[in-house]
């Protein structure tokens, strides 16, 4: 047995005949590189100590499938047998795509797939797909990894394994809101993980499955669940300081690139510039873009912070000391009157706009969750709503009925209008164009 | 900035009128398939692929007064205001923005059912993913069986408007 101990859930037990293709996978190069990607990117700038990695949160989300699949197979009345069947019989294709679902990642994913234009989800299917370790891993195994990128992208034919790492109630988001909750320091968002376990259902609901919670004994953890939701998207993922730390990271991508692009002189990571060149090629650069992580970036931020450009060594100063750009809510002001003043003050000051005005919506984030800030719209017709934003409780016969139906908390946030759009620019801007 | 904005903007601009949220998606996810820069992330869902990120834009120009959101038949029908054409225009008169919208695969999109689409969208999602042709037709075929029919057409649609 191998034995990690883990913040969030103590200890994770590995057997090593059993889950020998884990602990393989665990040990692949592509897997390791996983240290060095942080979980929350830049949070902690805001929370010192979010310094979490991608690598401490795909271990957690295997052990948290593992505990879903292990409950829902112990569930013994004959409506649930046919989903005990197909995850018993899909278990080790599960755990194997709960542990790669985030392998893809790269460093500032969010900065990096604007600048190259490929989307980390299309790097985990090369990954788990082309040349690498873990794709020769799962094939001494047997493992078809098409059958793990089905899974990973949703497209897989057992609806079951697709719920259980990508829906409302996914080991995914209960691993990262426990996790993040934890190491940011931010109590709000943790709730009793063993509590939800203990109530965990399967079914169908308007023809669909989903993973969901028992009606009778499972509301008050799904409303703590959303609550945890709700606060840690407020209060940590859409921070102000984190949000426009991860602002000036896009510009600093965007104006490093604009300057390489120009062919002025300019220090650039040698795989960025490959995958770069390939425009897209993810096969043959696959092994560049696995070479990227976030020590890489954080070396030339340094490095561009010296550099005779005045507006990349001035952003990447701001990030190296701290000196973030202020945020503006202005919720009266229309985008139109808004731009229409930045307009005029930076033609004014000759000050570029794009580099020292930034929007920043809820959309814009990397943490979305449109359970929480999607209005439900109750009086549209099947084929307008997408089913999957839903949290279902079943009753001891199947039934399924959704949360925020038989909860008033959770309709009350469902149906309030969360405005939470603003605007970034220097703080001597922002006093001289809003009078501070 | 307003990149989401100014492309839904220029989108509805060009067409008027869409009926069908499902539409809607489905449309701009073959746009970008076609390799429009739009901002917009999708996932595979009940009806294919489908972008949170396009329904928040699209609910936020709508409570901007950008969009007009109507019923009809059940379905919600989007087509851009006087205060959203205003707009677009200004950001493109003072902020430079533009987009080159491939109109002929827009309108041939318009005339099209959403379930059609749907389909289309499908195949398109696969392919993006590395699907090769064969594949991602008997792929799509069992995630969507009930629309096998249109499987034939959907595949020479997005040869040849799509691709």
Request: hydrophobic fraction near 35%; proline fraction near 2%.
């Amino acid at each position: 047995m191998k034995t990690i101990r883990d913040p969030v859930h103590n200890i994770i037990h590995f057997d090593k005949e059993s889950d020998a293709l884990l602990l393989e996978l665990i040990d692949t190069q592509e897997f390791q590189r996983l240290r060095h990607i942080k979980q929350l990117g830049l949070s902690s700038f805001t929370y010192p100590g979010a310094e979490h990695t991608r690598f401490a949160h795909s271990i957690g989300v295997t052990h948290l499938t593992k505990r879903f699949i292990n409950k829902i197979c112990s569930l013994k009345d004959e409506q649930y047998k046919q989903y005990s069947q197909e995850l018993a019989d899909n278990r080790m294709l599960a755990l194997t795509a709960a542990l790669l679902h985030d392998i893809g990642h790269g460093p500032f994913s969010h900065a990096l797939e604007k600048t190259t234009g490929v989307r980390h989800e299309k790097w985990t299917i090369e990954i788990i797909r082309g040349d690498t370790e873990i794709n020769s891993v799962l094939k001494k195994y047997n493992v078809d990894p098409d059958e793990v990128a089905d899974v990973i992208q949703r497209t897989h034919r057992s609806k079951a394994l697709v719920k259980l790492l990508s829906s409302q109630l996914d080991t995914d988001r209960i691993d990262y809101l426990l996790r993040d909750s934890k190491m940011t320091g931010a109590g709000y968002g943790s709730f009793d993980l063993e509590w939800m376990i203990n109530v965990l259902r399967i079914g169908e609901y308007n023809g669909q499955i989903e993973v969901g919670l028992d009606l009778e004994k499972g509301i008050s953890i799904a409303e703590d669940f959303v609550m945890a939701r709700y606060y840690m998207y407020m209060n940590v993922y859409f921070h102000k300081t984190t949000r426009s730390a991860e602002l000036l990271v896009d510009k600093i991508f965007n104006r490093a690139y604009e300057i390489f692009q120009e062919k002025q002189e300019i220090e650039f990571p040698e795989d960025l510039i490959r995958i770069l060149s390939e425009k897209g090629n993810l096969k043959e650069t696959l092994h560049n873009y696995i070479n990227l992580t976030d020590n890489t970036i954080w070396y030339f931020i340094s490095i561009w912070s010296r550099h005779q450009d005045s507006i990349l060594s001035d952003l990447c100063t701001r990030l190296l000391r701290r000196k973030f750009f202020k945020s503006v809510s202005i919720p009266d002001k229309s985008p139109m009157e808004f731009w229409q003043e930045v307009f005029e003050y930076s033609n004014k000051k000759g000050i570029p706009i794009k580099y020292y005005f930034l929007m920043d919506e809820a959309k814009s984030s990397s943490y979305k969750d449109p359970y929480i800030f999607h209005t439900p719209k109750t009086d549209e017709k099947e084929g307008e709503r997408e089913a999957s934003e839903q949290i279902i409780l079943f009753d001891n016969n199947g039934n399924g009925t959704e949360l925020s139906v038989i909860s008033d908390i959770i309709n009350g946030i469902r149906n309030k209008k969360i405005s939470i759009d603003r605007y970034f620019m220097p703080e001597d801007y922002k006093n001289e164009i809003f009078g501070g | 900035m307003f990149e989401g904005a100014y492309s839904l903007l220029s989108l509805f601009d060009e067409i008027k009128k869409v009926h069908g949220r499902k539409k809607v998606q489905k449309m701009v996810h073959l746009l970008e398939s076609a390799g429009l820069d739009l901002p917009f992330k999708y996932e595979y869902h009940f009806y294919g692929p489908y972008s949170a990120e396009l329904q928040e834009e699209i609910n936020t120009l709508v409570q901007q007064g950008f969009l007009t959101e109507s019923k009809n038949d059940e379905a919600y029908v989007y087509s851009i205001t006087k205060k959203g054409k205003a707009f677009k225009e200004t950001l493109e008169a003072d902020g430079g923005y533009s987009l080159k919208i491939n109109t002929d695969l827009l309108n041939s999109m318009v005339k099209e059912s959403s379930q059609f689409l749907e389909m289309v969208s499908t195949y398109a999602f696969l392919i993006d993913l590395g699907y090769d042709t064969h594949k991602a037709k008997s792929k799509a075929i069992e995630l969507k069986p009930h629309l096998e029919k249109l499987i034939d057409e959907a595949i020479a649609f997005y040869d040849q408007k799509v691709n």
